[in-house]
Nanobody, 116 residues
Framework: HVQVVESGGGLVQPGGSLKLSCAVS????????MVWYRQAPGKEREFVAD???????TYLESVKGRFTVSRNEFKNTVYLQMNNLKPEDTAVYYC??????????WGQGTQVTISS
């Protein structure tokens, strides 16, 4: 069966970096869009970035220039490189595997905390 597992979260100081990973098993995601979301305490889940086949990517405006999404289809993994992190980036980050027919599989999330 399909599984989506995020990893790489942690506690970093403002200005620091983290690289999140999202590993997919049970399917090859070559034709799928992989999406990163985040949810901060007391706020709704929001779109952060997505990665489409052909290395097409889109970003939340507030993370443009700081975050980079990439995919390794041999490892069946998508990454979110986060640089120059700010306290407002603190959230649980989720990865979603999307299908054209509307199906989606979510990971359990990984906590990212930016604090001095």
């Amino acid at each position: 069966h399909v599984q989506v597992v995020e990893s790489g979260g942690g506690l970093v100081q403002p200005g620091g970096s983290l690289k999140l990973s999202c590993a997919v098993s049970g399917i090859q995601f070559r034709e799928n869009i992989m999406v990163w979301y985040r949810q901060a305490p007391g706020k709704e889940r929001e779109f952060v970035a997505d990665s489409a086949p052909g290395d097409h990517a889109t970003y939340l405006e507030s993370v443009k220039g700081r975050f980079t999404v990439s995919r390794n289809e041999f490892k069946n993994t998508v990454y979110l490189q986060m640089n120059n992190l700010k306290p407002e980036d603190t959230a649980v980050y989720y990865c979603k595997l999307s299908f054209a027919d509307g199906r989606a599989f979510w990971g359990q999330g990984t906590q990212v905390t930016i604090s001095s």
